[in-house]
Nanobody
Framework: QVQLLESGGGWVRSGGSLRLSCSAS??????????LGWFRQAPGKEREFVGA????????SYADSVKGRFTVSRNNANNTVYLQMNSLKPEDTAVYYC???????????????????WGQGTQVTVSS
């Protein structure tokens, strides 16, 4: 079992930045293969992929809508994954979730169904 807890959400003006964190407990990052993903869900919309990072930290993938603005990173020593969000837009407003995929893959998956464990989510609101 993996427990995930997000933090760092809040309100920001368009063009601003936020950094989300997600801490894990139960299984340590370094003990198991664990790709970590970020997804988001806006009101009335499906949960969508934002970005992900491989267990090694050497491979990342991003949704086209956030490429060049968002960066996923991880610190295996303290079991934390981060989502740095720059140049935020009102359309980035959503609840953001971190997730863990314990399967061994060549690149992190963008598919929601591949992630077995999920956090409770943290709200990000971007005003125009």
């Amino acid at each position: 079992q993996v427990q995930l807890l997000e933090s760092g959400g809040g309100w920001v003006r368009s063009g601003g930045s936020l950094r989300l964190s997600c801490s894990a407990s139960g299984r340590t990052f370094s003990s198991y293969n664990m790709d970590l993903g970020w997804f988001r869900q806006a009101p009335g919309k499906e949960r969508e992929f934002v970005g992900a990072i491989a267990s090694s930290g050497l491979s990342t993938s991003y949704a086209d809508s956030v490429k060049g603005r968002f960066t996923v990173s991880r610190n295996n020593a303290n079991n934390t994954v981060y989502l740095q969000m720059n140049s935020l837009k009102p359309e980035d407003t959503a609840v953001y979730y971190c997730s863990a995929d314990l399967s061994l893959r060549s690149v992190p998956s963008p598919r929601r169904s591949d992630y077995e464990f999920w956090g409770q989510g943290t709200q990000v609101t971007v005003s125009s």
